[in-house]
């Protein structure tokens, strides 16, 4: 099946919020772009890497409200 989510060069600027990305056999998301945020997702059981990044100034973050969840991944 491949990564669960790409975001390719023309995606710079991408905010990739609440999302579930799960059971892929590739990576859970593979950012090939500048200034992606991700905030606010579960990333789990992904045969890849859970977010792989290839861009500059990409954000994963979170708070208490917002946080990321990523486990399982290989």
Excluded: M, P, W, Y
């Excluded at 892929?24 to 772009?33: L, Q």
């Excluded at 991700?38 to 994963?60: M, P, S």
């Amino acid at each position: 099946v491949g990564d669960g989510l790409k975001v390719e060069a023309g995606g710079a600027g991408t905010i990739i919020r609440g999302l579930r990305i799960s059971g892929f056999s590739g990576n859970g998301i593979t950012i090939n772009a500048d200034r992606v945020t991700v905030e606010g997702c579960a990333i789990t059981e992904n045969t890849g890497h859970g977010v792989f990044v290839n861009g500059k100034d990409t954000l994963i973050k979170g708070n208490q409200v917002n946080r990321n969840l990523i486990f399982g991944n290989e």
